[in-house]
T-cell receptor, first 107, second 115 residues
Framework: KNEVEQSPQNLTAQEGEFITINCSYS?????LHWLQQHPGGGIVSLFM???GKKKHGRLIATINIQEKHSSLHITASHPRDSAVYIC?????????FGTGTRLQVFP | ETGVTQTPRHLVMGMTNKKSLKCEQH?????MYWYKQSAKKPLELMFV???????ENNSVPSRFSPECPNSSHLFLHLHTLQPEDSALYLC??????????????FGPGTRLTVT
């Protein structure tokens, strides 16, 4: 079992839908990252958080340290949100990555 | 040029070839990383350089040889690779590789195919 599990693995949505991607982890962490990887391969860091909630535009990330769980929400989804979303946790000096959630948003 | 750049973006090489991947960061960071991303697998950390010193080598085969001549440049030298080494190789940088959580900035990756 991976130390970082994401669900779902694949997700399709209609434009405008509210989307939730989940991440659960089994190790102690100092921070959790949400990353976005577009089809070309480049990765962009969306959030780094260690408690509570962060918001950036239509994206919201939450973390519950006690439950070892984080969610990434996308409001009013758009086709340009189509990408792979990767959760990564920082354990001591290492980043441990999930396998990603592939999101496709259709017009 | 800003951010983290990688060249080439695509590379096809035979098993007997020698090639190098290049990464350059223009962010003033002191730590640089090589990652491997294979299909349907999580990102795998290969090497970490902190202030030009290699601080991590995650049991990577010797056919991958990193080089960090200064804090802005990182190379991955490849020789006698195997077809299973075909993957996306990503470079990243951060302020420093310490216990404090610094955000990593990724390059666009090099898509490597070994034939």
């Amino acid at each position: 079992k991976n130390e970082v599990e994401q669900s779902p693995q694949n997700l399709t949505a209609q434009e405008g839908e509210f989307i939730t991607i989940n991440c659960s982890y089994s190790v102690g962490i100092s921070a959790l990252h949400w990353l976005q990887q577009h089809p070309g391969g480049g990765i962009v860091s969306l959030f780094m958080l260690s408690s509570g909630k962060k918001k950036h535009g239509r994206l919201i990330a939450t973390i519950n340290i006690q439950e070892k769980h984080s969610s990434l929400h996308i409001t009013a989804s758009h086709p340009r949100d189509s990408a792979v979303y990767i959760c990564a946790v920082r354990n001591t000096d290492k980043l441990i990555f999930g396998t990603g959630t592939r999101l496709q948003v259709f017009p | 040029e800003t951010g983290v750049t990688q060249t080439p973006r695509h590379l096809v090489m035979g098993m007997t070839n020698k090639k190098s991947l290049k990464c350059e960061q223009h962010l003033g960071h002191n730590a640089m990383y090589w990652y491997k991303q294979s299909a349907k697998k999580p990102l795998e950390l290969m090497f970490v350089y902190n202030f030009k010193e290699q601080t991590e080598n995650n049991s990577v085969p010797s056919r991958f040889s990193p080089e960090c001549p200064n804090s802005s440049h990182l190379f991955l030298h490849l020789h006698t690779l195997q077809p299973e080494d075909s993957a996306l190789y990503l470079c990243a940088s951060s302020q420093a590789e310490t216990l404090v959580s610094y955000e990593q900035y990724f390059g666009p990756g090099t898509r490597l195919t070994v034939t």
